[in-house]
């Protein structure tokens, strides 16, 4: 299983923690974790690559060079390493084929192997969408962007590479940013949804994307199925999306105590 993911020192401390929590739950023969990067120092990822050489795992840290996202929309909570995922076919091996994007700020709590090993229908991508009791959201971001499908959550991503290296382009993904740059609300996210939306494939929310914000939603949405013990039982990845991130102190919901016992498991392991 190859798993990839796009950030900077900042969310260095909250990836051991996903990748900590995958150990335990989502065991596999073989696990590669690829990480591009913008200038992480050599410190610090010696750090992760100490953890995955206690799990067994292989680590493949990626320097990218990020002039090249110069100009592209960004904010601070937004850094230009999120736009690393949509060139990942370029810039992994060429010899790779498949490869599970996560963010960073999740625990995986259940096994990603039914993920991984999903028939794509011979889409680019396989990914969840978050929408509440009502979907009002879809409309809205369709009128925004130009599309007539689901807006896609691009924080869980099976990517086709192969795909990916054929029709993913970044002549395309400039002139979107030249375009509709000023309209761009999740710039990556938004990016992706425009130019790959109908290339797709989607996979339910409550099981591989679960925004750990909207307990309340799936629950009456599912009438009372998807309570605390089915989420415990059949969602493999929690999503805690938005501010505040569970590792701080503001952060007070149903699930804050199940992170912070993967914080505290991370911490035992020295």
């Known amino acids: 299983m190859d798993l990839l993911f796009t950030l900077d020192a900042g969310y260095l401390e909250p990836l051991k923690v996903t990748l900590t929590s995958i150990h335990y739950n989502s065991p596999a023969p073989e696990i590669n974790v690829w990480l591009l990067h913008e200038s992480i120092p050599e410190a610090q990822l010696a750090e992760v690559a100490r953890l995955t050489d206690t799990f067994g795992w292989q680590f493949h840290p990626i320097a990218v060079d990020g002039s090249l ?26 010899d790779l084929h498949r490869v599970l994007y996560l963010d960073p700020d999740i625990l995986v709590i259940n096994s990603l192997m039914p993920l991984w090993e999903l028939d794509m229908q011979g889409n680019l991508l396989a990914a969840a969408t978050h929408t509440g009791i009502v979907d009002v959201t879809t409309a809205f971001n369709n009128l925004r962007l130009n599309t007539d499908h689901a807006y896609f959550n691009s924080g869980i991503m099976l990517m086709d590479l192969d795909q990916a290296r054929q029709q993913i382009r970044w002549a395309d993904i400039k002139r979107v940013i030249a375009e509709i740059g000023d309209y761009l609300m999740l710039p990556d996210q938004d990016i992706l949804n425009h130019l790959y939306g109908e290339h797709i494939l989607e996979v339910p929310d409550a099981i591989w ?62």
């Open 69 to 94: 996202w110069q100009g592209a929309p960004t904010e601070k909570r937004y850094p230009k390493e999120m736009y690393f995922r949509l060139l990942a076919g370029d810039i992994l091996p060429a």
């Open 209 to 270: 994307n679960y925004d750990a914000r909207n307990y309340a939603t799936y629950f009456m949405r599912s009438r009372g199925v998807q309570d605390i013990h089915w989420v415990m039982a059949n969602t493999a990845i929690l999503h805690f999306n938005g501010k505040p991130k569970p590792w701080t102190e503001k952060h007070d919901n149903r699930f804050t105590a199940l992170y912070l016992s993967y914080q505290n498991l991370l911490q035992k392991l020295g």
